[in-house]
């Protein structure tokens, strides 16, 4: 039994749309104005057919940037929904062709030109499962390579995303020889191994990720890197070579100069903050009230960085920092967070602080934060606290 229909509008939809339709059923026309959700009813009854009539319109219209003319667009819809026709929706089973034919497929391209359009089998299970199905050459499966380097290229389609491409080679391979290799050395950032001398080239390999930022030499010249599986860091050594190949994380250099950069500009900060202010008992204007807002105004510059670095987080961190030193002493308080962060940092050095756990990672870095909002913080002043008498006296006293 129809009751009515749904029209669905995108939000993007560069058209005119309806605001009034008339549906027409067993003969029967009925007027309804289209609903917020796109809904126009009708009486529900039993029917075989349905027509509908845009009687009106929100107009949406074109500028033509070259006259300046403006040109109404027809209606538009994305998609229309009979209401009361639920039970006539039949979904596919689980075990039907949801393949793609030959053309429609992913295509492979090597060293920029098309080598071969693929054709899809897949079930509607394999696909809402989301497992890896195949996808076979529409020309055959041989493709001739000339011997170097080869960009390989497969164009996802928009029901299939490409995982990897293989290729098998025509006739059976001879197998790899496996060659020892000793550790001399193994830290974080610096690594020896021993290879033998072989007559064929080698490749050397980790079980770790590839990374641009290693380097490996042997005997003082540099080894091609290369990507062993898709995933994993190698080295080719070249035939007849052979002796102590160094391996070294190059971005170290970078990342010690930092710190050594960081530790002089903290050692610098604490130094500016156990330097106190002393100024004696002048008459006439206080000399405290520009130094106190120099100050603040510098402890607002520390809030802000705390707010822009870490956030609400960060802005927290920076006022208890700055709390603990206008309460205390500015130098003890900066000095202990300072402490503290070196502490945590110590902890966990790079490249292992990758692995180091959240809560320390973020504790040190908002430590920092405090402490630096209580280098930051300004010095109380003494005359608070200073006896007031003689103030008012004249600077100097004549007598005739």
Same mark, same amino acid.
């Given at each position: 039994?129809?009751?009515?229909?749904?029209?669905?509008?995108?939000?993007?939809?560069?058209?005119?749309?309806?605001?009034?339709?008339?549906?027409?059923?067993?003969?029967?026309?009925?007027?309804?104005?289209?609903?917020?959700?796109?809904?126009?009813?009708?009486?529900?009854?039993?029917?075989?057919?349905?027509?509908?009539?845009?009687?009106?319109?929100?107009?949406?219209?074109?500028?033509?940037?070259?006259?300046?003319?403006?040109?109404?667009?027809?209606?538009?819809?994305?998609?229309?929904?009979?209401?009361?026709?639920?039970?006539?929706?039949?979904?596919?089973?689980?075990?039907?062709?949801?393949?793609?034919?030959?053309?429609?497929?992913?295509?492979?391209?090597?060293?920029?030109?098309?080598?071969?359009?693929?054709?899809?089998?897949?079930?509607?299970?394999?696909?809402?499962?989301?497992?890896?199905?195949?996808?076979?050459?529409?020309?055959?499966?041989?493709?001739?390579?000339?011997?170097?380097?080869?960009?390989?290229?497969?164009?996802?389609?928009?029901?299939?995303?490409?995982?990897?491409?293989?290729?098998?080679?025509?006739?059976?391979?001879?197998?790899?020889?496996? $060659?020892?290799?000793?550790?001399?050395?193994?830290?974080?950032?610096?690594?020896?191994?021993?290879?033998?001398?072989?007559?064929?080239?080698?490749?050397?390999?980790?079980?770790?990720?590839?990374?641009?930022?290693?380097?490996?030499?042997?005997?003082?010249?540099?080894?091609?890197?290369?990507?062993?599986?898709?995933?994993?860091?190698?080295?080719?050594?070249?035939?007849?070579?052979?002796?102590?190949?160094?391996?070294?994380?190059?971005?170290?250099?970078?990342?010690?100069?930092?710190?050594?950069?960081?530790?002089?500009?903290?050692?610098?900060?604490?130094?500016?903050?156990?330097?106190?202010?002393?100024?004696?008992?002048?008459?006439?204007?206080?000399?405290?009230?520009?130094?106190? $807002?120099?100050?603040?105004?510098?402890?607002?510059?520390?809030?802000?960085?705390?707010?822009?670095?870490?956030?609400?987080?960060?802005?927290?961190?920076?006022?208890? $920092?700055?709390?603990?030193?206008?309460?205390?002493?500015?130098?003890?308080?900066?000095?202990?967070?300072?402490?503290?962060?070196?502490?945590?940092?110590?902890?966990?050095?790079?490249?292992?602080?990758?692995?180091?756990?959240?809560?320390?990672?973020?504790?040190?870095?908002?430590?920092?934060?405090?402490?630096?909002?209580?280098?930051?913080?300004?010095?109380?002043?003494?005359?608070?606290?200073?006896?007031?008498? $003689?103030?008012?006296?004249?600077?100097?006293?004549?007598?005739?």
């Amino acid at each position: 039994r129809i009751r009515g229909v749904r029209i669905d509008l995108a939000p993007d939809l560069v058209a005119s749309r309806p605001l009034r339709v008339t549906a027409t059923v067993n003969g029967r026309e009925t007027t309804d104005i289209v609903t917020a959700r796109g809904t126009v009813t009708v009486p529900a009854q039993e029917a075989t057919s349905l027509r509908l009539r845009f009687d009106n319109a929100d107009v949406v219209r074109s500028l033509d940037p070259t006259t300046g003319a403006f040109t109404a667009l027809p209606i538009g819809i994305n998609e229309i929904r009979i209401l009361g026709a639920e039970d006539l929706r039949k979904g596919p089973r689980l075990f039907d062709d949801a393949g793609l034919p030959c053309g429609f497929g992913p295509e492979v391209s090597i060293d920029g030109q098309l080598r071969a359009e693929m054709s899809v089998t897949a079930s509607v299970i394999q696909t809402l499962t989301d497992e890896l199905v195949q996808a076979t050459p529409c020309d055959g499966r041989i493709v001739s390579l000339g011997a170097g380097k080869h960009v390989v290229e497969a164009a996802s389609t928009a029901e299939y995303a490409v995982e990897m491409v293989s290729f098998e080679p025509l006739a059976p391979l001879p197998r790899a020889r496996t $060659g020892a290799a000793t550790v001399e050395e193994w830290e974080a950032t610096n690594r020896a191994v021993s290879v033998d001398v072989a007559a064929a080239p080698r490749i050397l390999e980790t079980s770790e990720n590839f990374n641009d930022g290693w380097r490996a030499t042997l005997e003082g010249t540099s080894l091609q890197a290369v990507r062993v599986d898709g995933w994993r860091q190698g080295w080719i050594v070249p035939a007849g070579a052979g002796g102590t190949v160094t391996l070294a994380f190059t971005p170290q250099r970078l990342y010690s100069a930092g710190l050594v950069v960081g530790l002089l500009c903290a050692a610098g900060l604490l130094a500016l903050a156990l330097v106190r202010r002393r100024s004696d008992l002048v008459i006439g204007p206080d000399p405290d009230v520009p130094v106190r $807002g120099r100050g603040w105004l510098l402890t607002g510059a520390a809030l802000v960085a705390g707010l822009l670095i870490g956030g609400w987080i960060g802005l927290c961190a920076a006022s208890v $920092g700055v709390l603990l030193a206008v309460a205390g002493s500015r130098a003890a308080v900066a000095g202990a967070l300072a402490g503290a962060a070196a502490v945590g940092a110590a902890v966990s050095p790079w490249p292992s602080r990758l692995d180091a756990p959240d809560w320390l990672l973020a504790g040190t870095a908002l430590t920092v934060l405090a402490a630096l909002a209580a280098a930051a913080a300004p010095l109380r002043s003494s005359s608070d606290d200073a006896p007031t008498q $003689g103030l008012d006296a004249p600077r100097e006293t004549r007598t005739h």
